[in-house]
């Protein structure tokens, strides 16, 4: 409501976004920011109903991330951003799973059922939801966690269109046709 009438985003405590979770979720914010002599770091606020405060894990420095192998020849960088190439050994990687879903992490996150997470930096480029450790939770990646905090307008569908078997790689094409309109 604010928002509508303002135009600007309420200010949020993480309080507010602790009050709308459930006692099955967890929130997680992954932040990149500057350690002990300006290296860039990786870390994570962990927040569920039952926590006082958000709880802090450092993960990683960012450099030494981006130099890790995925495979004998290929550096996660090199995997990241030629993805189409590389995506199996990318997703296939123990050692970077282990890095982002630390042991520490997972002990935050606990028992929670639906794990609601925030990327920042690599972690943009990066589907770290699919290098989970635990197949038994849900994860959710947002925008931000306040996202949790807004409303949702429930919406209801008088059409749609739907789409498949595609093959993207195909070298014909069609001459378009009213024969594609909708029905």
């Known amino acids: 409501?604010?928002?509508?009438?303002?135009?600007?985003?309420?200010?949020?405590k993480w309080k507010n976004i602790r009050d709308v979770l459930k006692n099955t979720d967890c929130a997680i914010e992954f932040v990149q920011y500057h350690g002990a002599f300006d290296k860039k770091r990786m870390g994570c606020l962990?927040?569920?109903?039952?926590?006082?405060?958000?709880?802090?894990?450092?993960?990683?420095?960012?450099?030494?991330?981006?130099?890790m192998e995925v495979s004998?020849?290929?550096?996660?960088?090199?995997?990241i951003y030629?993805?189409?190439?590389?995506?199996?050994?990318?997703?296939?990687?123990?050692?970077?799973?282990?890095?982002?879903?630390?042991?520490?992490?997972?002990?935050?996150?606990?028992?929670?059922?639906?794990?609601?997470f925030s990327p920042?930096?690599?972690?943009?480029?990066?589907?770290?939801?699919?290098?989970?450790?635990?197949?038994q939770k849900d994860y959710y990646r947002l925008s931000s966690t306040r996202r949790l905090t807004e409303k949702r307008k429930e919406t209801k569908l008088t059409k749609a269109l739907i789409v498949g078997g595609i093959d993207f790689y195909?070298?014909?094409?069609?001459?378009?046709?009213?024969?594609?309109d909708e029905s």
């Open 1 to 12: 409501l604010e928002m509508e009438r303002t135009g600007k985003m309420p200010h949020l």
């Open 46 to 67: 962990v927040l569920r109903k039952d926590f006082k405060t958000p709880q802090f894990i450092d993960l990683f420095s960012v450099d030494s991330l981006e130099e």
């Open 72 to 79: 004998q020849w290929l550096t996660l960088y090199e995997a």
């Open 82 to 116: 030629d993805t189409s190439k590389y995506k199996d050994a990318l997703y296939n990687c123990e050692s970077l799973k282990t890095a982002i879903w630390t042991p520490e992490l997972m002990k935050a996150i606990g028992d929670a059922k639906r794990v609601y």
């Open 120 to 135: 920042d930096g690599l972690f943009h480029v990066l589907a770290i939801e699919y290098l989970a450790v635990d197949n």
């Open 170 to 180: 195909s070298d014909v094409t069609y001459p378009s046709s009213s024969a594609n």
